[in-house]
């Protein structure tokens, strides 16, 4: 049963953890908890959907993929804990957005300014690969956390996954009728008709960052744009 809609994003983080929609994730997640890497063999895992973090008054969304195995489903934050994060931190950290260029627990004491980190899928997946019909199953959850982000001026969406996730919720909304005209690629920057600037990179996966098909100069170019934007005047 569907779950009253959230009046706050502190209740429907709650929701979000509760959420049981999709067996393969939850059963995934849960086992992982269990069978616990050697390194962190002394971490009690989340295991759960992981919720939302930031700043409520945030004018600036990251749209991530999914929690990652052993990163978020483990310390139960987004992006906290592992090679992704360890990448993209230091640079929210050096653009204004973060408190601390590192996050390793929720007890960190990371604080994000001016932003919000959310993700397409709030449950890790094997092999970092939603099935589509579980990324349907999350986006009404975007839906509403869209409603209680009123502030939003831009959104940095990291990788295809998170892109086709925002350019779907402007679909489900009414803002663009069609998705003809918004396409993925790094740099890309598209302004929509409600004011809100969509920007999107590739994701900061270490299949990206050790490669060098996503550098820090690359990522950083990115988020000093979102600021940008963000302290530009208010969307008309």
Same mark, same amino acid.
């Given at each position: 049963?569907?779950?009253? /809609?959230? %009046?706050?994003? =502190?209740?429907?983080? @709650?929701?979000?953890?509760?959420? =049981? ?11 992982? @908890?269990?069978? #616990? ?9 989340w295991g759960r959907p992981v919720p939302s973090f930031g700043d409520e008054k945030a004018r600036v969304l990251i749209m991530g993929?999914?929690? !990652? ?6 310390? !139960? ?5 592992? *090679? ?13 957005? @973060?408190?601390? /260029? ?6 960190? !004491? ?19 690969? /939603? ?27 990291? !990788? ?7 350019? *779907? ?10 998705? #003809?005209?918004?396409?993925? @690629? ?6 929509? /008709? ?20 996503? %550098? ?21």
């Open positions: 049963m569907r779950m009253v /809609p959230a %009046t706050t994003l =502190e209740v429907l983080n @709650a929701q979000i953890v509760a959420c =049981e929609s999709c067996p393969r994730l939850r059963a995934y997640g849960a086992q992982i @908890a269990r069978d #616990k890497r050697r390194q962190w063999r002394d971490w009690d895992y993929l999914a929690p !990652g195995a052993h990163g978020s489903n483990r310390t !139960g934050r987004p992006f906290t804990g592992d *090679g992704s994060g360890d990448f993209m931190f230091p640079i929210l950290y050096e653009a204004g957005f @973060a408190s601390q /260029p590192n996050s390793q627990s929720r007890e960190d !004491g990371l604080r994000l300014k001016d932003m919000w980190i959310s993700a397409s899928v709030r449950c890790a997946p094997p092999d970092n690969k /939603p099935s589509l019909e579980e990324q349907r199953n999350c986006a009404h959850w975007l839906d509403e956390e869209m409603a209680l982000l009123p502030r939003l001026r831009v959104i940095v969406c990291l !990788g295809k996954i998170g892109f086709d996730a925002m350019v *779907g919720y402007f679909l489900r909304s009414g803002v663009i009728a069609s998705r #003809k005209g918004y396409e993925f @690629a790094h740099g890309a920057e598209y302004r929509l /008709p409600n004011g809100i600037h969509l920007l999107a990179t590739y994701h900061p996966s270490l299949q990206n960052t050790n490669t060098g098909k996503l %550098t820090a100069p690359m990522f950083l170019k990115i988020f000093v744009r979102a600021r940008e934007l963000a302290q530009s005047k208010a969307r008309s």
